[in-house]
């Protein structure tokens, strides 16, 4: 594991949220699965106003995606002022010890905002920021956290990496049967 369990989830939340927004219709319907899934503590209300506010802030995270390590950290300590978060070690569901920064009585949004805060303040400290990446996919916007241990991973999934494989094969073979002479040489994906 190459960060704490809550900070690996909280990434992968974040990254799985801001996907969300690229597919139509939009793949975020029901909040309360997603937080369930996720592990998100505390109070969920499920309606619609929920939903919409969980929505509104995937701007802002994917945002953290495209920023250099500066803006990340002005991001980061903004989310962190705005919530007031005031981090604190808690173990709860099976969990041992571990940081949450507002109540569970803080709405979801927020409470995404600064775990998403939190696990980016490790991800900088460890200078690990190269490891938020976008999709190597030529037709891909999705974000993803490249927990691998040789920091491998290139496509939000196999679907994108199948895709793109797939694709490459099939320049180089119309290439050989052109005789193109860079199908001697051909570009990884």
């Known amino acids: 594991m190459l960060f704490a369990h809550d900070t690996e989830a909280s990434l992968m939340a974040a990254a799985e949220l801001v ?33 919409d506010a969980v929505r509104a802030i995937r701007p802002r995270l994917e945002s953290l995606w495209h920023a250099d390590r500066d803006r990340i950290v002005a991001e980061t300590n903004a989310i962190l002022r705005e919530t007031a978060a005031l981090p604190q070690l808690v173990a709860h569901d099976g969990w041992d010890y571990h940081l949450h920064a507002v109540p569970p009585e803080a709405d979801l949004a927020i409470r995404i905002q600064v ?62 049967r052109r005789g193109d002479a860079r199908a001697e040489r051909p570009d990884r994906p």
């Not at 690229?22 to 503590?41: K, S």
């Open 115 to 176: 775990e998403t805060a939190m696990a980016l303040v490790d991800v900088v400290r460890m200078d690990e920021l190269g490891r938020m990446r976008v999709c190597a996919a030529d037709d891909c916007e999705d974000v993803l956290v490249d927990l691998s241990k040789n920091r491998s991973r290139r496509f939000c999934s196999n679907t994108c990496s199948n895709r793109m494989n797939v694709a490459a094969y099939r320049a180089r073979a119309n290439a050989t």
């Open 19 to 51: 996907n969300t927004a690229h597919e139509d219709p939009d793949a975020l319907l029901d909040v309360t699965e997603f937080a369930t899934r996720w592990g998100y503590t505390g109070r969920v209300t499920g309606d619609r106003d929920e939903l």
